[in-house]
Every structure is written in structure tokens, then in C-alpha cells.
């Protein structure tokens, strides 16, 4: 079954003109690129969302965790960072 559709496929690309073939595959970078970049954007916004306060997993997870202190520490700027987000959202009418 599979190569009646790739004997299908092969011969459509043979019924083409040499004109008609170079058009189609100046295409193939195109769509590429295109598909690289949105994954790119994609898994780069995921991954910004999800890690965006676990820096350096790596090194804790081979030497056996940070010490409490840091860790505290991690807790309170985090903390910071949040709060300091809060105090900059725009108040609208309703409570909202």
C-alpha cells in the first residue's frame, strides 16, 4: 500500500514541468523555517513559563541540593518578585 502511494506520489512529480518542480521546491525552506520558528517561539514561551523560577535544577540535582539558607532566601525574592507584580496591576472600577 505504501508504495502504490509513493509510486503515485512520484509519478505526479514526473507529470510536472522542470519549471513547475523548481517553484515546488523553493517552497520546502519556507515552510521550514516557518515551522522552526513557531516551535522555537512555542517551546520557548512554555519554557519560560514553567522554569520561571527554577534556575540552576542541574547542579542541584547532581550535588544534592542548596543549602537552607539559599533556599530561603530563593523563597523571599520570589516572594518579592510576585508581590512586586501585584503593586503594579492597574486598579479598574468593579473590584475586579
Known amino acids: 500500500m505504501i508504495k ?3 509510486s503515485a506520489m512520484v509519478q ?4 510536472k514541468s ?6 515546488i ?3 520546502a525552506p519556507v515552510i521550514l523555517y516557518t515551522v522552526a520558528v ?8 512554555i519554557l519560560n513559563t514553567v522554569n520561571r523560577y527554577n534556575h540552576g535544577n542541574t547542579v ?3 550535588w544534592g541540593g542548596d543549602l537552607p539558607e539559599v533556599v530561603l532566601l530563593k523563597e523571599q525574592q520570589r516572594k518579592e518578585i510576585e508581590d512586586s507584580f501585584k503593586g503594579m496591576r492597574k486598579r ?3 473590584g475586579r
Open 92 to 94: 479598574v472600577s468593579g
Open 25 to 27: 521546491r523553493s517552497f
Open 18 to 23: 522542470a519549471q513547475e518542480r523548481k517553484r
Open 60 to 62: 542541584k540535582s547532581w
Open 4 to 6: 502504490k502511494k509513493f
Open 12 to 15: 505526479w512529480w514526473e507529470n
Open 38 to 45: 513557531f516551535y522555537g517561539i512555542i517551546y520557548l514561551s
